[in-house]
């Protein structure tokens, strides 16, 4: 399978606890986003990487909200002393913008559940 | 924070009818996107519409792009249970997606 894949899929944890998340984009794709999204509502954008470079960062993304993108490949989304309202679904996407097709590529999403 | 709106939100058709999604959005776009929701699972991407085209068809799906009113709408012919689905559409400026709420489609057979 040659999409984008995000590890893991099902995440539970405790208030106050760090986890992290992984995204693994379409190799050739420059662009890796990540957005979240709650129930009922659209994807709501996080940052994006173009190679390595963070580009963009939403300014809802607090400073307990980190992302990586290492080398220009797979990218890691930790966040900081979870709280209940971090609780929804982490999606990834990768495109090949701006040389190519801005159409976006989207993982199948990974779902906190804060308790 | 979000930059499109759909309406409806929800929508329930029977089979084989026609389904129309409108979206609008606040400011100017290079390019609109619709996607595709299955319940639960990753966004599909079904069609995209730069800002100097008016109309767009990929097989059963028509999209339309009216810059001057800042809106849009999907239509898809002859609808299929498997179009049950949430549709979302996404418009760009310079590199950021923004996304609506959705159009909640159900198809009923």
């Known amino acids: 399978d040659t999409g984008v894949s995000q590890d893991p899929r099902h995440k539970i944890t405790k208030r106050g606890q760090n986890v992290t998340f992984r995204c693994d984009p379409i190799?050739?794709?420059?662009?890796l986003y990540w957005y979240r999204q709650t129930l009922g509502q659209g994807p709501e954008f996080l940052t994006y990487?173009?190679?390595?470079?963070?580009?963009?960062k939403s300014r809802l993304l607090s400073d307990r909200f980190s992302a990586e993108r290492p080398k220009g490949s797979f990218s890691t989304l930790e966040i900081q002393r979870t709280e209940q309202g971090d609780s929804a679904m982490y999606l990834c996407?990768?495109?090949?913008?701006?040389?190519?097709?801005?159409?976006?590529?989207f993982g199948p999403g990974t779902r906190l559940t804060v308790l | 924070s979000q930059q499109g709106e759909e309406d409806p939100q929800a929508l329930s058709i029977q089979e084989g009818e026609n389904a129309t999604m409108n979206c609008s959005y606040k400011?100017?776009?290079?390019?609109l996107q619709w996607y595709r929701q299955n319940s639960g699972r990753g966004l599909v991407h079904l069609i995209l519409?730069?800002?100097?085209?008016r109309e767009k068809h990929s097989g059963r799906l028509r999209v339309t792009l009216d810059t001057s009113k800042k809106s849009s709408s999907l239509l898809i012919t002859a609808s299929r249970a498997a179009d049950t689905a949430s549709y979302f559409c996404?418009?760009?400026?310079?590199?950021?997606?923004?996304f609506g709420a959705g159009t909640r489609l159900t198809v009923k057979p």
């Open positions: 996407a990768s495109s090949l913008a701006p040389q190519g097709s801005p159409e976006q590529f």
């Open positions: 190799s050739e794709h420059n662009r």
């Open positions: 990487f173009q190679n390595e470079a963070q580009l963009e």
């Open positions: 400011t100017s776009i290079n390019n």
């Open positions: 519409i730069r800002s100097n085209e």
């Open positions: 996404a418009t760009d400026l310079y590199n950021d997606m923004r």
